[in-house]
């Protein structure tokens, strides 16, 4: 019988092969979490600082707070994933992580 497939041992050495990579991979995502967050973090506040700018150009003022922006509809939250809230300036119009 000279049928083409893999044999048993051929299908064990691909699997010992992937848990191999798995092992090494999945420690490596873990280590990273912070790093994700941080950076998250950072982009929500870019964000909301350029929402800051679009409230002052459409009404001439700087928001009294970051609640007036989620309140017009120029923002849906400011906190990170890290539950920390953003702050917020008023006098300057700066966003910034805490």
Known sequence: MDEKGFTLIEMLVVLLI???L???VI???GKQQASIQTKGCSALQ???QSSVEAYR???EKLPESL???KDEGYI???KCKNNSDLTYEKNSGIVSIP
């Open 46 to 48: 870019k964000m909301v």
């Open 57 to 59: 150009l459409d009404h």
């Open 76 to 78: 849906t939250t400011y």
């Open 67 to 69: 609640q007036e922006l």
């Open 22 to 24: 798995l092992l090494l």
């Open 18 to 20: 992937i848990s191999i």
């Open 27 to 29: 420690p490596n995502i």
